[in-house]
T-cell receptor
Framework: SAVISQKPSRDICQRGTSLTIQCQVD?????MFWYRQQPGQSLTLIAT?????????ESGFVIDKFPISRPNLTFSTLTVSNMSPEDSSIYLC???????????FGSGTRLTVV | GQSLEQPSEVTAVEGAIVQINCTYQ??????LSWYQQHDGGAPTFLSY????GLEETGRFSSFLSRSDSYGYLLLQELQMKDSASYFC????????????FGTGTKLQVIP
C-alpha cells in the first residue's frame, strides 16, 4: 500500500495566522482526502483533492478557510487559514487503496491554536 | 443522512475475546470497514466487508449483515497492544469509496 509522508507533525500557532500542511505520497494517486479529527472525536472529511481540478468540499467546510492545492499526482497541501482555537485538531491526509478497499493515512498534524 | 453507532468504551481482559458492534443507517450502502487508532497515532486499516459474512485476518475478524445494517469486529487472544480506538466506516459509493466514520470505540485491555 501507499506510504504517505505528512508534515509538520505538530505545530502551535497564534490565532489569526495560517498553517500549510503537506502530504507526499510514494505513488501516483487520483484522489487525496483531507480529514479533521477533533480531540476525542471521530474523523470528519474536509475535502477531496483531485489533481488538476478544484477540491470538493464537504458540508461545513469552505475553500476560503481550508484552501487545498493538488499540483501533481503525488502531492497535496491543506492550509488552515485565519486560525482560531476551534481549529485545534489533528489533520490527516489519506489515499484509498483499490485493492484492499481501505484508506492509508498520513501520520497526522496535531495543531494547537493559542 | 448517514449515522453509525458504536459503543463508546469496552474493557476486556488480556487473552480474552471481544466484539465491537457497529450499526448503521445510510443510503447507497457499499461496504463496511474497520480502523484501529492508537493514542497519538494515525488510523490504520484493519478490514473491509463488501459482502455478508465473516472475514478473518489473523486474530481479527469482521462480520457484516446487510439485511440488519449491522457489523462487528471480533478481536481474539487480546493483547495489551490492542488497547486503542476502533472505528467502523461505511462506504456509500462504488467508485473511490468515500467513507463516513463512526464515533469510535475505545478498547481497554487489562491484565
Amino acid at each position: 500500500s501507499a506510504v504517505i509522508s505528512q508534515k509538520p507533525s505538530r505545530d502551535i500557532c497564534q490565532r489569526g495566522t495560517s498553517l500549510t500542511i503537506q502530504c507526499q505520497v510514494d505513488s501516483q494517486v487520483t484522489m487525496m482526502f483531507w480529514y479533521r479529527q477533533q480531540p476525542g472525536q471521530s474523523l470528519t472529511l474536509i475535502a477531496t483533492a483531485n489533481q488538476g481540478s478544484e477540491a470538493t468540499y464537504e458540508s461545513g467546510f469552505v475553500i476560503d478557510k481550508f484552501p487545498i492545492s493538488r499540483p501533481n499526482l503525488t502531492f497535496s497541501t491543506l492550509t488552515v487559514s485565519n486560525m482560531s482555537p476551534e481549529d485545534s485538531s489533528i489533520y490527516l491526509c489519506s489515499v484509498w487503496n483499490p485493492v484492499t478497499y481501505g484508506y492509508t493515512f498520513g501520520s497526522g498534524t496535531r495543531l494547537t491554536v493559542v | 443522512g448517514q449515522s453509525l453507532e458504536q459503543p463508546s468504551e469496552v474493557t476486556a481482559v488480556e487473552g480474552a475475546i471481544v466484539q465491537i458492534n457497529c450499526t448503521y443507517q445510510t443510503s447507497g450502502f457499499y461496504g463496511l470497514s474497520w480502523y484501529q487508532q492508537h493514542d497519538g497515532g494515525a488510523p490504520t486499516f484493519l478490514s473491509y466487508n463488501g459482502l455478508d459474512g465473516l472475514e478473518e485476518t489473523g486474530r481479527f475478524s469482521s462480520f457484516l449483515s446487510r439485511s440488519d445494517s449491522y457489523g462487528y469486529l471480533l478481536l481474539q487472544e487480546l493483547q495489551m497492544k490492542d488497547s486503542a480506538s476502533y472505528f467502523c466506516a461505511v462506504s456509500n459509493s462504488g467508485g473511490y469509496q468515500k467513507v463516513t466514520f463512526g464515533t469510535g470505540t475505545k478498547l481497554q485491555v487489562i491484565p
